[in-house]
C-alpha cells in the first residue's frame, strides 16, 4: 500500500483514465477491502477471487457457491467477508486461512447481503420477492428476523378509516424490497422498495420507481440512491441532532443525463464524499459528479461493452467497474509523474544524459577520524522507520500470503489406477517384483 505522507495533497482527487484491468473468470460484483490494498470480486461461477491490489495477484481463491454471486461485503477490520449468491445462500469466509465460517440458506435468491459494521456474525439480506431478513449467526443455529416492506406513513389529518386507507393498503402490501443496507453505526437499517419508499424507523416516499441500489458515504452521514426513473439522488439528513425516531432525509441533488436519458447500473460516492460516480446501462462511460454545485466533472470512457458494478479506492483517486460481457474489471486512475526535486531540494531533474565530471577528492581514502565525523554530520537528522501510517478503516489484520492460491485444490487427493496404487502401498508389481526401498544412510 502507498505511504500516504508521499501522496500530493494537492493532486487530483478524481482518475482521468483507463490504466489498468483485472481478469480471472467472469465477474459480477466487486468491493474494495477498508484497507484498500485488496479487491474482492464474485463470480459468475459461484467463486470468490481476493485480489492484492498493489501487486495485481491472486491472493485468495475461494469456491463455496452453486451460481452466480450477487454482492460481496467486506467485515470492518477486514479479515471477514460476505458473499451472497443466487444459490440461495450466504457464506461468510476467514481470509485469514480461506475457509467457510458459517453458511446460511434462504427461501428464495438473494438480491444482495450486507454485513453488520461492527459485529460480522450478523447481517441483513434482500431477497428475491420476498421481505428482507435479518441473520444473526453468533449461535450454532441461524437466528432469522423477518423485516417489514410495508412503509411506515407518517399520520396527518386527511388520514381516516375509509377507503383511502384500504387502497393505501393494499398498495403498500405489493411493494418488494430490492436493497437493504446498514448504517454506520449499524443501529438502523436503510431499505429500497419496488414503490419507491426509502425505509428506516420511518419512511419517505422518493420516487415512483423501483429503488435499485444505495450506499453510504464513507462518513456515514449521507446517503446516494439509484433508482429506475433515471436519476441519481444525494438525500442529507434533515436534523440529525434530534430521536432517531424523527430524523428525516432531503434531496441535495438529482443527478442525470437531460439529453440521453440513461439508466443507471450502479452508484457511489468518492473516498472524501465529494463526488458521486454511476455506471450508465448499455453505455460504456462512467459519470462523475462534484456535490458543491452538483455539476458533471469528468465521464470515464472505457472498453466498448456495457459497465455494471462500481466502487472506489476507500483512500485514493482510483475507480474499478466490471465489463457485463466479458467480465473484467477495469481499473480507472490518475496519471502519476514521478517529482523527486519535491522531497529532495538538491535533485535535479535531466531531460537527457550528460557527463558527469567527478571531483578530485570524491573517491579518496579518507582516515577514520575524518570519515567518522562525516558520517556523524550526515546521521545528525534522525529517521522514523518504526511509526505506520495507517490509512482510514486500518484496524490491524493484515492478509496471509499464500504464494499458490490454488494450492488448496491441488492438495485434494486424486483417484489413481490400480497399478499405481500398489506401488503406493508397497504391494508387488504386475510384473511379480516388489518396489526397491533405499536405505537410510
Same mark, same amino acid.
Given at each position: 500500500?502507498?505511504?500516504?505522507? #508521499?501522496?500530493? @495533497?494537492?493532486?487530483?482527487?478524481?482518475? /482521468?483514465? !483507463?490504466?489498468?484491468? !483485472?481478469?480471472?473468470?467472469?465477474?459480477?460484483?466487486?468491493? %474494495?477491502? +477498508? *484497507? =484498500?490494498?485488496? #479487491?474482492?470480486?464474485?463470480?459468475?461461477?459461484?467463486?470468490?477471487?481476493?485480489?492484492?491490489?498493489?501487486?495485481?495477484?491472486?491472493?485468495?481463491?475461494?469456491?463455496?457457491?452453486?451460481?452466480?454471486?450477487?454482492?460481496?461485503?467486506?467485515?470492518?477490520?477486514?479479515?471477514?467477508?460476505?458473499?451472497?449468491? *443466487?444459490?440461495?445462500?450466504?457464506?461468510?469466509?476467514?481470509?485469514?486461512?480461506?475457509?467457510?465460517?458459517?453458511?446460511?440458506?434462504?427461501?428464495?435468491?438473494?438480491?444482495?447481503?450486507?454485513?453488520?459494521?461492527?459485529?460480522?456474525?450478523?447481517?441483513?439480506?434482500?431477497?428475491?420477492?420476498?421481505?428482507?431478513?435479518?441473520?444473526?449467526?453468533?449461535?450454532?443455529?441461524?437466528?432469522?428476523?423477518?423485516?417489514?416492506?410495508?412503509?411506515?406513513?407518517?399520520?396527518?389529518e386527511d388520514d381516516d378509516d375509509g377507503e383511502i386507507n384500504e387502497k393505501q393498503a393494499a398498495q403498500d402490501a405489493k411493494q418488494l424490497t430490492l436493497v437493504s443496507i446498514y448504517d454506520r453505526t449499524g443501529n438502523y437499517i436503510y431499505t429500497g422498495t419496488s414503490k419507491g419508499w426509502l425505509n428506516v424507523v420511518w419512511s419517505n416516499?422518493l420516487t415512483s420507481s423501483n429503488i435499485k441500489h444505495i450506499r453510504l458515504s464513507p462518513m456515514g452521514r449521507d446517503l446516494v440512491v439509484n433508482a429506475s426513473d433515471r436519476i441519481i439522488r444525494t438525500l442529507v439528513p434533515t436534523n440529525a441532532s434530534t430521536l432517531p425516531e424523527t430524523i428525516d432525509f432531503a434531496v441535495e441533488h438529482?443527478?442525470?443525463?437531460?439529453?440521453?436519458? %440513461?439508466?443507471?447500473?450502479?452508484?457511489?460516492?468518492?473516498?472524501?464524499?465529494?463526488?458521486?460516480?454511476?455506471?450508465?446501462?448499455? $453505455?460504456?462511460?462512467?459519470?462523475?459528479?462534484? *456535490?458543491?454545485?452538483?455539476?458533471?466533472?469528468?465521464?470515464?470512457?472505457?472498453? *466498448?461493452?456495457?459497465?455494471?458494478?462500481?466502487?472506489?479506492?476507500?483512500?485514493?483517486?482510483?475507480?474499478?467497474?466490471?465489463?457485463?460481457?466479458?467480465?473484467?474489471?477495469?481499473?480507472?486512475?490518475?496519471?502519476?509523474?514521478?517529482?523527486?526535486?519535491?522531497?529532495? +531540494?538538491? %535533485?535535479?531533474?535531466?531531460? /537527457?544524459?550528460?557527463?558527469?565530471?567527478?571531483?578530485?577528492? $570524491?573517491?579518496?581514502?579518507?582516515?577514520?577520524?575524518?570519515?567518522?565525523?562525516?558520517?556523524?554530520?550526515?546521521?545528525?537528522?534522525?529517521?522514523?522507520?518504526?511509526?505506520?501510517?495507517?490509512?482510514?478503516?486500518?484496524? =490491524?489484520?493484515?492478509? @496471509?500470503?499464500?504464494?499458490?492460491?490454488?494450492?488448496?485444490?491441488?492438495?485434494?487427493?486424486?483417484?489413481?489406477?490400480?497399478?499405481?496404487?500398489? $506401488?503406493?502401498? =508397497?504391494?508387488?508389481?504386475?510384473?511379480?517384483?516388489? +518396489?526397491?526401498?533405499?536405505?537410510? /544412510?
Open positions: 500500500m502507498a505511504n500516504l505522507e #508521499l501522496l500530493d @495533497p494537492f493532486a487530483q482527487d478524481y482518475p /482521468e483514465s !483507463l490504466t489498468a484491468s !483485472l481478469a480471472y473468470g467472469h465477474a459480477t460484483c466487486a468491493r %474494495f477491502s +477498508p *484497507r =484498500g490494498d485488496h #479487491l474482492a470480486a464474485g463470480l459468475a461461477d459461484g467463486a470468490v477471487v481476493i485480489w492484492d491490489f498493489v501487486t495485481a495477484g491472486i491472493s485468495r481463491l475461494m469456491r463455496g457457491h452453486t451460481r452466480t454471486v450477487q454482492s460481496v461485503c467486506w467485515s470492518r477490520d477486514g479479515r471477514f467477508l460476505l458473499s451472497a449468491a *443466487r444459490d440461495w445462500r450466504t457464506v461468510l469466509w476467514d481470509l485469514a486461512d480461506g475457509s467457510r465460517k458459517r453458511s446460511v440458506s434462504f427461501e428464495a435468491p438473494i438480491w444482495g447481503a450486507d454485513i453488520h459494521p461492527y459485529n460480522h456474525l450478523m447481517f441483513v439480506a434482500s431477497l428475491y420477492e420476498d421481505k428482507p431478513v435479518l441473520v444473526d449467526i453468533a449461535c450454532l443455529k441461524a437466528v432469522k428476523h423477518i423485516l417489514p416492506s410495508i412503509p411506515r406513513r407518517l399520520q396527518t416516499r438529482k443527478f442525470q443525463d437531460v439529453v440521453n436519458r %440513461f439508466q443507471w447500473n450502479a452508484c457511489g460516492f468518492s473516498s472524501n464524499g465529494d463526488y458521486v460516480m454511476a455506471s450508465t446501462f448499455k $453505455e460504456h462511460d462512467i459519470y462523475v459528479w462534484e *456535490r458543491t454545485m452538483g455539476s458533471l466533472v469528468k465521464m470515464l470512457e472505457g472498453p *466498448r461493452e456495457e459497465l455494471t458494478d462500481v466502487d472506489w479506492h476507500p483512500t485514493r483517486p482510483v475507480v474499478t467497474a466490471l465489463g457485463l460481457e466479458s467480465g473484467i474489471i477495469y481499473i480507472w486512475a490518475t496519471s502519476h509523474s514521478e517529482g523527486w526535486s519535491t522531497f529532495a +531540494p538538491d %535533485f535535479k531533474e535531466l531531460e /537527457e544524459n550528460i557527463e558527469y565530471e567527478e571531483r578530485e577528492d $570524491e573517491f579518496d581514502m579518507l582516515p577514520e577520524e575524518e570519515a567518522s565525523k562525516r558520517k556523524q554530520h550526515d546521521e545528525d537528522e534522525d529517521v522514523d522507520i518504526t511509526t505506520i501510517t495507517h490509512a482510514r478503516g486500518d484496524h =490491524g489484520f493484515l492478509l @496471509p500470503v499464500i504464494l499458490d492460491p490454488n494450492e488448496e485444490e491441488d492438495s485434494i487427493p486424486q483417484p489413481c489406477s490400480p497399478k499405481k496404487r500398489n $506401488e503406493v502401498n =508397497g504391494k508387488p508389481k504386475p510384473n511379480g517384483k516388489k +518396489p526397491t526401498k533405499r536405505k537410510r /544412510e
